[in-house]
């Protein structure tokens, strides 16, 4: 199943052999090609959770059929009979396994985490019988050895196949190979033991207010959107504070009730840290240990080397330098904000000393004295719907994009909308799902989702991309108001939409976003620059109530205070990034996870006036599945390129320029993985990356 594994994405559904109609009447709906307008579209309507396991069951039959027809073939290997042919598998499980994840990650109930349990190490061991499979892995060796007279984008492909399959053990002697399977299919239970822990905690904890004085602080529209959260739940009447951190960042940040500050910010990071039934650690214990031993098998000094090998920085040691260059100046500014902090407490005279639960609170009474900014002042002008209103705008500057809303199609959940997305000669691209709000059985966060990958190959197939987000949704027919920290996230994710909306690629294993870890982040975090751009802001910033755009005197004060905080920012992000890579690099070395975490932290001069931004035991970047495993430095390793990267803009015509544009488009943006990601760069920015773009953004010294 392609999407779990590094098969990608599924070629044209209509070269799948048809069904006589009597099988069609009794087959299960989910792995059925997708009918309807635009190439065809998920159904939705017809899922039901009790159809998941067979429909998964006989997904990997088909799946395993179709490549035992490719070993069996009697001529001799070719691109064609075995690679194209391995493009063409699959499909029924790519289009099974994306419903299956939207219910696990979306929707999920105690029935669909029953079928999570039960389905994850068989889909685990469909996926090593596959990668481990001596005969295929013959005949992609073979293509692959005679590449020189394929196409380049054939090239990278058979490079992409072989490549995968011997960091997958295809080489392994036939017992490492049934131990490596063996690990694969008990971490996939781990990952989803992990990842329903902290759903229970993130779901179960709940703070009601009820008294003026617990909403003490609270702007309106966060009281507005905990009414709703808390009518909801059966509380009408009360506020409800959920354990998700769209709910606790503007509670921390607002609320004047320091003891309620406290309360909610050691609920929300002792997440899957309670020593109770959804207690993480000894999960993780035992998922660093499967993955020390797998990568020693494998060839490997330890993980960290296995996954960070087919990245842009080829080596842990490469992304270590990286971070190790930021934290220094992250934490000496972490410093310098805690004494501007400590000092305005003071004059308070509470006998505040400045605690984690302190922090936002603080930040925001010191951007009030130095910039004389209040960020809720700016929350009236970021409605949820316009700051879509301007992406989409955006968008179509930069890459002749055009979103149209419909309706003919059908969604998993009554919040869900989707535009139709065409291109500036009138041509479909694809369809842009948007599920914006928090919910029961939703994991926390904000991702990008590809339901179907671009190819053309086998006739054009256009993309389907979704963007999700945990918005605490307002009261009937009011706004959604978002924080400008939630705005940049949403033109974060929106930029991994457009990277797989702009694909133009032949092959759906390389199309979209099916690039490195450290590389994936660029095309997001690029995107997040245009928030801030006038032509945006005057345009989409609107106030709720009045519809006048956001003063230039207020964007001028948003401007000032651009390096305000990145003490914080960095140093809350990068104590996870360099966790993560040192319990990676620590092989199989007996680990406690909490004492790990702190003495690390301690080793490095954490400050202790704050978190990390994900603890290891709710870590599920990390933990949830191999992903970001040895990898969260990936945001770091791709912002150093998106700063570079919208300099170059600027030393041109500015963030419009057509030219420029054009160049992102065509070096970067439409290629997916068929170059290179370090050639991809060097294309559009006729260089290397320089960290010292990034360095100037924090205001950090650059020498």
Known sequence: MKRRTFLTASAALATLPALPAFAQAQANPLTLAWTGPYGGVPPFDKVKVADFAPALTEAMAQERAEVDAICANKAPPSFDNTLAALERSGAMGERVGVIYGIWSGTLSTPEVRDVDKAMAPKLAAHNDAILQNPALFARIAAVYEARAGLTPEQQRLAWLYWTRFVRAGAKLSAPDKARVAQINQQLAGLFTQFSQNLLADETDYVLYLRTESELSGLPEDVRAAAAAAAEARGHKGEFAILNTRSSIDPFLTYSSRRDLREKVWRTFYSRGDNGDAHDNNAIIKQILKLRAERAKILGYPTHAHWRVEPAMAKTPEAAMDLMMRVWPFAIARVRQEVSQMQAIADTEKRGVKIAPWDYRYYAE???????????????????????????????????????????????????????????????????????????????????????????????????????????????????????????????????????????????????????????????????????????????????????????????????????????????????????????????????????????????????????????????????????????????????????????????????????????????????????????????????????????????????
């Open 365 to 703: 009474k010191v951007r009030a004295e130095l910039y004389a900014l209040d960020m809720n002042a700016v929350k009236p002008y970021l409605q949820l719907d316009k700051l879509r209103e301007g992406m989409h705008w955006a968008a179509g500057q930069l890459y002749g994009f055009s979103f149209t809303p419909v309706t003919d199609v059908p969604v998993a959940h009554p919040d869900i909308t989707v535009w139709e997305v065409k291109a500036a000669d009138g041509a479909h691209v694809g369809l842009w799902y948007f599920d914006p709000y928090a919910r029961a059985g939703k994991r926390s966060g904000a991702w990008m989702n590809a339901y179907r990958s671009q190819s053309t190959f086998d006739g054009a197939v256009t993309t389907i991309v979704s963007n999700n987000a945990n918005f605490v949704k307002g009261a009937p027919g009011e706004p959604v108001l978002v924080s400008w920290d939630d705005a940049k996230t949403m033109f974060h994710e929106f930029g991994h939409a457009l990277h797989g909306l702009n694909s133009k690629v032949a092959y759906p294993s390389l199309s979209g976003t099916a690039v490195a870890r450290d590389y994936v982040e660029f095309p997001s975090q690029l995107n997040e620059h245009w928030l801030s751009t006038p032509q945006v802001l005057n345009r989409f910033a609107l106030h709720y109530q009045t519809g006048k755009p956001i003063p230039a005197e207020l964007v001028e004060k948003i401007n000032k205070a651009h390096t305000f905080r990145t003490g914080f920012d960095v140093t809350e992000y990068l104590s996870s990034a360099l966790i993560d890579m040192k319990l990676h690099l620590a092989g199989d070395a007996d680990i406690d996870p909490d004492a790990f975490e702190r003495d690390e932290l301690k080793k490095l001069g954490m400050p202790e006036e704050l978190p990390m931004r994900h603890r290891t035991p709710q870590f599920q970047h990390v933990f949830a599945s191999d992903g970001y495993s040895a990898g969260y430095y990936s945001y770091l390793w791709s912002e150093v390129l998106d700063h570079d990267a919208f300099e170059a803009f600027e030393e041109a015509g500015g963030p419009y320029d057509k030219a420029m544009a054009k160049r992102l488009h065509d070096t970067i943006m439409s290629v997916g993985n068929t170059v290179d990601p370090a050639d991809q760069y060097r294309a559009f920015r006729g260089r290397d990356p320089d960290v010292k773009a990034y360095l100037r953004d924090k205001g950090f010294p650059t020498g």
